[in-house]
């Protein structure tokens, strides 16, 4: 499959799960040499699950279906620029390339908070809408150590 | 449960995930009047899900829980600063307000990304480690027209 092929499936995905009520008008594929190896739309409002945006979904159900918590070797088409859970959703799963159609202006046109979550992430702690603080560091600093120590560690 | 209460359990779930080998030395939990609602920890190399992290599995488990896609009324108590994924599940799910212990640079100092993530996510397309590119805009803006003009879609 093209790239074009690749993009087409997760725009029909995009159409599929909102004409389903599965949740907003969004779809993602994953493909590796060429071939699909997971789909995945928008089921936030239909499983109650306000993470399952479709990047998600789809990174998911590829390492489910591939028995790994990475994928490099594949790339991601989305129907969408992936908002930041997304985006660090794929770095984490350490896809090798992302191709989107619609961007996060477009998202906003249309009532999603992609481009405000862009612009919140990136403020220092005090300057965000939702308020954060810090407790108990000294406590938890032991976990860290614990696992800086750990011989057997699975790192990823 | 004091605050405190419940980040000492949150700290608890990451040492408890890193010696069962469910995954990195992170955990959370979701209160709500001043009770626990959900608990999660670091699952991404025992399940093969690298959107596994602590804050978003005690989302999920919390909105499964409630049978909403919302918590708002709820907090945060997670053991480390929330990576960028995590921080907009936090945004998507509405939460209140958000407790962390250890830091990014604490997780830096061990080698996750969160801190790498930080930087990275602002960054202009171009400019990010994942390459990016666009195609297919007009084709997948139909969708989006679509959702804008449904009149029973639900928001979220």
Known sequence: MTAEDCMRRAIALSFETMNAAGGGPFGAVIAQDGKIIAEGSNLVTSTNDP??????VAIRRACASLGR?????????????PCPMCLAAIYWARLDRIHFANDRADAAAIGFDDDFLYREIPLPLAARSIPTLRLLAAEARAAFTAWDAKPDKIRY
Not at 51 to 56: L, Y
């Open 51 to 56: 993470t399952a945006h479709a990047e998600v």
């Open 69 to 81: 918590f990475d994928l490099r070797g594949a790339e991601i088409f989305t129907s969408c620029e």
